[in-house]
């Protein structure tokens, strides 16, 4: 059987619900019998059914399930959480083969799905297109083992260096990369669960920083505002999503849109910044602020991905991009923009 072709199929499945199933992993799973595919799932958003529960939900014929293969891109859970564990479902179900993409680092997991289905007779294979479904379930992966949010770089550069012109007239952004870049960016938006900006962007461009080209839920926003200074009608403050605003004063005036914390702005700033993420439950997150907000990220190795859009565009003069020593891992062209994706291995 051709293991990784359905393996694919899986991380098809699984991708469809990535932002919309934290804080479980998006995992994809098919259920093959005699080498044709007779039941599909993924995760259901929190506290709805497990992939595997909705791949063998979907099996018109449950007699088939006692001669067949179910691939998973992560291992099946083996404890009780808001649903029952998916390895004993695949043992009433009587499923003799499991394919699994990666093991789940996970400690109440961490192999115990894998000894539990092969003590029951199980015939379990492991790793097949382990590193495509580890990267797929990096965010998950990052908070088990990282105690933090995966970490997205994100600008937009000129072919000449600059990420901002030197002075502008209006209180809006000024575009380097095009439309279709942009649109990938409100994809990359409702796929995470936070977006992070500093005092500078929201004064200089005014962003909503919301999902308005592609259909999905806005990111929650973080906003490093130490003096209070960002007047209240900003953007960033409508009512659509809640925006966390870190600051270095007390406020008593929290409310379920904006939620004030205050942090110690002579520690490690970031450090602090990873803690309030951290008590928010942050899974991932992208950082679209400025040079010197990016940088500090850069320079403190608290980054996992970096996007980088070069526009077509050049300026006179203006803020230099940020320095990042690392090299491209992928390169995209998109329609005249180039798109450059950094790993920091």
């Known amino acids: 059987m051709d293991h990784e072709k359905y393996m694919h199929r899986c991380l098809q499945l699984a991708k469809i619900g990535i932002g919309n199933t934290r804080p479980n992993p998006s995992v994809g799973a098919v259920i093959v019998f005699e080498d044709s595919i007779i039941g599909e799932g993924v995760t259901s958003p929190y506290g709805g059914p497990h992939a595997e529960v909705n791949a063998i939900n979907s099996v018109r014929n449950l007699s088939l399930l006692e001669n067949s293969t179910i691939y998973v891109t992560l291992e099946p859970c083996s404890h009780y959480g808001k649903t029952p564990p998916c390895a004993d479902l695949i043992i009433a179900k ?39 479904c580890f990267d797929h379930h990096k965010r998950f992966f990052t908070v088990q083992n990282k105690q933090r949010p995966y970490i997205i770089l994100k600008w937009a550069e000129t072919k000449n260096g600059f990420i901002a012109p030197k002075t502008k007239d209006e209180l809006k952004p000024v575009w380097i990369s095009n439309q279709y870049s942009q649109q990938l960016v409100h994809k990359w938006r409702s796929q995470e669960h936070a977006i992070l900006v500093g005092t500078s962007t929201v004064r200089l461009d005014n962003p909503s920083l919301s999902v308005r080209s592609w259909k999905g839920n806005n990111p929650i926003r973080f906003v490093i505002d130490k003096k209070l200074a960002l007047p209240l009608n900003s953007n960033i403050f409508s009512r659509d999503q809640k925006t966390v605003v870190i600051c270095e004063k007390s406020m008593n005036n929290n409310s379920e849109k904006i939620v004030y914390e205050v942090v110690d ?36 190795d608290l980054w996992d991905e970096a996007r980088v859009f070069t526009g077509e565009i050049e300026f006179k003069e203006g803020l230099q991009k940020p320095y990042l020593n690392s090299e491209v891992k992928e390169e995209k062209t998109k329609s005249n923009d180039i798109l450059r994706i950094y790993r920091n291995i």
């Open 265 to 300: 702005f002579s520690a490690n700033l970031l450090i602090e910044i990873i803690k309030i993420l951290n008590k928010h439950k942050i899974q991932s997150i992208i950082i679209e602020g400025g040079r010197k907000t990016l940088q500090q990220f850069i320079d403190h």
């Open 94 to 132: 009587k499923i003799p083969n499991v394919v699994i993409g990666c093991i789940d680092t996970n400690s109440l997991v961490a192999g115990k799905g894998i000894k539990k289905l092969e003590k029951a007779g199980c015939n379990v294979t492991v790793g097949i297109l382990e590193s495509d």
